[in-house]
């Protein structure tokens, strides 16, 4: 049986960051011996949802972070994000030799616009600290362990056992599997004792009946307003770019409402999502518009119309499906169509079927309850030497950067703690 001092299980980035805050919290112990940290991934090749990421360039933060921006505990989800938040984020990249840069929408990427980038500083910094990376060493077991009256954990990996005192959980969730998350953290942390929340995929695509328009408009994106009822009453309700695909729809706004609908359909439950292509009008604001628009131009086409406020192709496509002809003159369109046509714009329910599951998905909702967790630290309330950290928690954020500062701020308070108070070493690296 090898021994270490810290174990990280998981190689990605809320494994990989907390490693670095274990060895920098223990970098200046005075000790006859350097403490062993070691990472343990399943996969040959660590990173790899770092390294697709952000269409391969990874999208580090976002500018402006919130307990807002995440489904979970509001109150635990702030003082978490607290502990490291998005200016400490930079600091430490740009202390690893990665600096950010601000595109329009507020997202952060690394000034390289490559992922690599970021996982080769991760990986240096490890490599510097003497943190000892093991790819291809899939972890099939945690299991505490007593011995002499020191607890403690046997980790249990493809290659032997390992007696250790400190673990660290950073498994990730199921998203994305081909990258090597595979959901067995949670089989691990439920043998110690935790409780595991239903999981399922979030920010994911949606798949729409086959016979909609969407296979025409793919490639096109539109700013919608999209709303999510479950039973007839609205759970979400928010504004953003939706791209239609071959397959259904996607795009920012689609993402982020997915986790609804996907949670609510898993549990049998009635679940639809209603689009409105004129964000911020209502029925009579798109109804008056239409009838000023015939009185002033009856002559002209539905489909120029509706083209002064869609995507022509958009325009053209809805009046079909609301049995419209995009030719026909405002003056000669029927107060009936007219009707049918405005609640089309403004309450256009879209025929989901499913979600477009794990393998599409950026990141998994559900997880261990973070009132399970010492917020301040990671440290589990039930397993003394336990640190979770990352998408293992029941805690998913937004698109667009979210999900890796909470990666990044849980590594970091995980690691810190780890390090610091396991090892009796100093306080951490200070990046507040």
Known sequence: MDACDVAVVGGGAAGLTAAIFAGEAVRSRAADRRPRIVVLDGAT???????????????????????????GPR?????????????????????????LKREETGKLFPVTDTA??????????????GVEVCGGHRVHEVRRAVSDGDAGFVVVDAHGEWRVPVVVLATGGRSLPR??????GWDMVRALGHRVTDTYPALVPLVL????????????????????????????????????????????????????????????????????FVPGCDFAQVEGWLQRAAAE????????????RLPERVASALARWCACDPATPLGQLWREQRRVLVHALTAFVLPVERDRGWDFAEVTAGGVPLEEIDYRTMHSRLVP???????????????????????????????????????GAPTGAGYR
């Open 116 to 129: 690599r980038s970021v996982l080769d500083a991760l990986l240096g910094r490890c490599a510097d600290l």
């Open 297 to 308: 131009r009856p002559r002209q086409s539905l489909g120029r119309c509706l083209a002064d």
């Open 385 to 423: 030497g336990l640190y979770l950290a990352g998408e293992l928690l029941d805690c998913d954020g937004r698109i667009g950067g979210f999900n890796f500062q909470w990666a990044w701020a849980t590594g970091f308070l995980a690691g810190r703690a780890a390090g610091r108070v396991t090892l």
């Open 45 to 71: 090749r660590i990173g790899a949802k770092i390294l697709v990421s952000g269409g391969g360039r990874c999208n580090v933060t976002h500018d402006a972070v919130g307990p807002d921006d995440f489904n």
């Open 75 to 99: 109150t635990l989800v702030r003082n978490v994000l607290a502990g490291f938040d998005v200016a400490a984020t930079r600091r430490w990249f740009a202390s690893l030799g990665v600096e």
């Open 209 to 276: 009946r086959a016979d909609m328009f969407h296979r025409e408009l793919a490639g096109v994106s539109l700013p919608v307003e999209l709303s999510t009822y479950v039973d007839g009453g609205r759970v979400d309700r928010r504004s953003g770019s939706l791209l239609w695909t071959h397959f259904g729809v996607s795009g920012p706004v689609v993402m982020d409402a997915s986790r609804h609908w996907v949670i609510a359909h898993a549990r049998g439950q009635r679940a639809e999502m209603r689009c409105n």
């Open 179 to 184: 990258t090597g998350s595979d959901g067995a």
